[in-house]
């Protein structure tokens, strides 16, 4: 349902603008269901379909495939 929001809200955002209630409808409840998604992933743990790890490490996981290297502290 989050990628079917973002994408949603992609798309009609082309059409009829970035400001159009429809737009930012479905923008906030795309992030509001990814945000849940990874509440509820880190919370499972090991069982989790998507490695919690990934999901600690956002932002060096977020430029994987950017070529950029992340810098570790």
Not at 42 to 65: F, I, N
């Amino acid at each position: 349902m989050a990628l079917l929001a973002v994408t949603c809200a992609f798309t009609e955002g082309g059409r009829s603008g970035p400001g159009a209630p429809e737009v930012l409808v479905a923008a906030c409840f795309g992030i509001a269901a990814l945000a849940g998604l990874a509440v509820a992933e880190v919370r499972r743990g090991d069982t989790a379909m998507v490695p919690p790890a990934l999901l600690r490490r956002w932002r060096s996981s977020s430029r994987c495939g950017t070529g950029r290297r992340s810098r570790q502290a």
